[in-house]
């Protein structure tokens, strides 16, 4: 049976350090990142492509801003704008993909599908919002907005005099579709989905589907998807070789492989941050303790060579 690869891109596959985000950029970027997985199809997988979308739903929310302020027009919320950029993003990897299959003559379909994603409406998440979302405000444009619309405020340790709304970032429970998903990628469709961790709703007393505003980890919800869809694999393209302990600093140490009891230990520890590596360790735990082969970490550029990346596998033989 050919294996089946869930592979989560960071925001660098879209938007590079030190750059301005234009669609010119963005294109060649993902063009770049999606030339370096080709192997995989070379190798007989089937892939599920899922993205992030954090400086695309920022730049959304900004627009949001100027629209109100300058036009009048109503605030979209933030399962919209999730929304909103999934689209964008899907359709803009879809294109960079179908671009490369003519190239390489690969005869293969891709769909994009914008999904939603279940959370608990009673996580902890939503008692102690921490996720930053959109521009930073002076202290008295926080306190117009945070009595207007209720938004909550943190402020901002790298900007003096800075304050961003916080939202809260919920555990998904559930991929919605997620067996559309794994029976299109089995007839080896490349799909495209759970962009930007999904659009986050919850279900209410009455069974409806409803929004919430929050955002969710885009590599936990890969990784959710991947054991759900019985993926073989599952890789987090990202912005740095390997996993390291003390990274960047005296007694830094590459790690490869590293197995689950071992992860479990640095992230006890807290040899991980919270703000980049921590949340893919956890991702990539929890891929295989659900039952996957082995989860990677590494970037885009080097995947192919098979001798870059952390692989996280269940233990060590």
């Not at 912005?239 to 005296?250: M, S």
């Not at 929890?286 to 996957?292: A, I, L, M, Y």
Request: one cysteine or more; aromatic letters at 6%.
């Amino acid at each position: 049976m050919r294996k089946l690869a869930v592979l989560a891109l960071g925001g660098n596959a879209l938007i590079r350090e030190g750059q301005s985000g234009t669609i010119e950029e963005q294109e060649q970027n993902v063009t770049d990142t999606l030339e370096n997985i080709l192997f995989l199809l070379e190798e007989d997988y089937h892939l599920v492509i899922c993205h992030g979308n954090g400086p695309q739903v920022g730049n959304l929310l900004m627009k949001n801003d100027a629209g109100e302020y300058v036009y009048g027009l109503p605030q979209m919320p933030l399962d919209v704008c999730v929304a909103d950029t999934q689209g964008e993003i899907g359709y803009m990897i879809e294109r960079m993909m179908l671009n490369l299959l003519r190239k390489y003559k690969i005869n293969k379909d891709v769909v994009t599908l914008v999904s939603q994603v279940e959370v608990d409406k009673d996580d902890p998440a939503f008692q102690d919002p921490q996720k930053r979302v959109g521009k930073t405000y002076n202290k008295e444009e926080a306190d117009k907005l945070s009595g207007e619309k209720g938004w909550i405020f943190k402020e901002e340790v790298k900007t003096e005099g800075g304050w961003r709304r916080v939202v809260p970032s919920p555990l998904p429970k559930s991929i919605m579709n997620e067996d559309v998903i794994e029976v299109l990628a089995r007839q080896g469709n490349i799909v495209i989905t759970s962009g930007g961790g999904g659009i986050p709703v919850y279900i209410d007393e009455e069974n409806r589907v409803r929004p919430t505003e929050a955002v969710i980890d885009k590599d936990m919800a890969s990784s959710l998807l991947a054991a759900k869809i019985k993926a073989d694999e599952f890789y987090i393209l990202t912005d740095v070789p390997y996993v390291y302990i003390n990274y960047k600093q005296p007694g830094e140490k590459k790690l490869d492989p590293l197995d689950v009891a071992d992860a479990k230990k640095y992230l006890a520890r807290g040899m991980f941050s919270e703000g980049s590596m921590a949340p893919k360790i956890k991702a990539a735990v929890q891929f295989v303790e659900k039952g996957g082969e082995k989860s990677v970490i590494t970037e885009a550029r080097l995947l192919k060579d098979k001798t870059y990346g952390t692989k996280i596998i269940a233990a060590y033989e």
